[in-house]
């Protein structure tokens, strides 16, 4: 007798073929649920942000080996950056101990990043730092090994879709804090702020642009409601901030006001 063929859904040809498309995007929409229910997760935190940011103690590093005037530049503008990684890391460590402490509330906030180096690291770290999970939804890349050392490996998540990831940045989110970023914080930021605007999030989302030099300079969104492309209702969609203290404080403010979870809500739709 022969022996039993391969069954479908165990075919890794198959599932890794066009046809199974469907399949592998479903899988990236039930296999995320699933885990965070068995994990208690129904509120994030969301961190966006450059992956680019080093640690304050790489870019002394720099600053300290550099030489040419083009190694200075570099080492300049790493400098800028780092303070927001320590930003990140202090703030995403506030808000976790802060969130601990509601022992008697039903919502916990989990620090969530897209696991991969710079600010996103630092926010995991943060969370780290003060005891709780730190969430990593990570996305394949050829230039990244893996996700940062500091996401908690129970809530650890690679992603092939860049859309299904968003889903669970956005579906999750109770908040968002965007750092300096490139072009991927950017696609974030305003995807985010368009499910706001078109009532798609229907939740209240506080969202703090964390940064005030550069989101100035990078996202001039007044320049939108001035040839009337936008209302000036939606610059109000934002929170400009750049200090820890202000973010921190404007982000539990809103936070704490949030109405109890519904029994069951955690089923993603």
Do not use: C
């Amino acid at each position: 007798m022969k022996d039993h063929p391969v069954k479908a859904y165990k075919n890794l040809d198959f599932l890794a073929s066009p046809p199974a498309r469907p399949i592998r995007i479903l899988a990236e929409y039930l296999e995320p649920g699933r885990r965070f229910r068995h994990h208690g997760v129904d509120n994030t935190i969301v961190f966006f942000g450059s992956a680019r940011a080093p640690e304050p103690e790489e870019a002394a590093r720099l600053r300290a080996q550099a030489s040419t005037d083009e190694e200075l530049d570099a080492a300049a503008r790493a400098e800028r950056l780092s303070r927001y990684y320590g930003d990140a890391r202090e703030l995403a460590a506030r808000l976790t101990r802060w969130s601990a402490g509601r022992a008697s509330e039903d919502r916990h906030f989990v620090v969530t990043t897209g696991g991969g180096p710079g600010i996103m690291e630092g926010a995991n770290r943060g969370a780290v730092d003060a005891g709780g999970l730190s969430a990593g939804l990570g996305i394949s890349l050829p230039w990244e090994p893996g996700l940062n050392a500091y996401v908690s490996e129970s809530l650890a998540f690679e992603f092939h879709y860049f859309f299904m990831r968003k889903y669970w940045f956005a579906y999750l989110a109770e908040a968002v804090v965007a750092f300096p970023g490139g072009v991927g914080t950017l696609d974030e930021v305003l995807e985010v702020l368009t499910l706001l605007q078109t009532g798609k999030i229907h939740k209240p989302m506080p969202v703090v642009l964390y940064g005030a030099e550069f989101w100035s300079s990078v996202l001039k969104l007044d320049a939108l409601e001035a040839w009337g492309t936008i209302s000036p209702r939606d610059l109000e969609r934002f929170h400009l901030s750049d200090t820890v203290d202000d973010a921190f404080e404007h982000l539990v403010a809103a936070l704490g006001a949030l109405p109890p979870r519904k029994k069951g809500s955690g089923e993603a739709g």
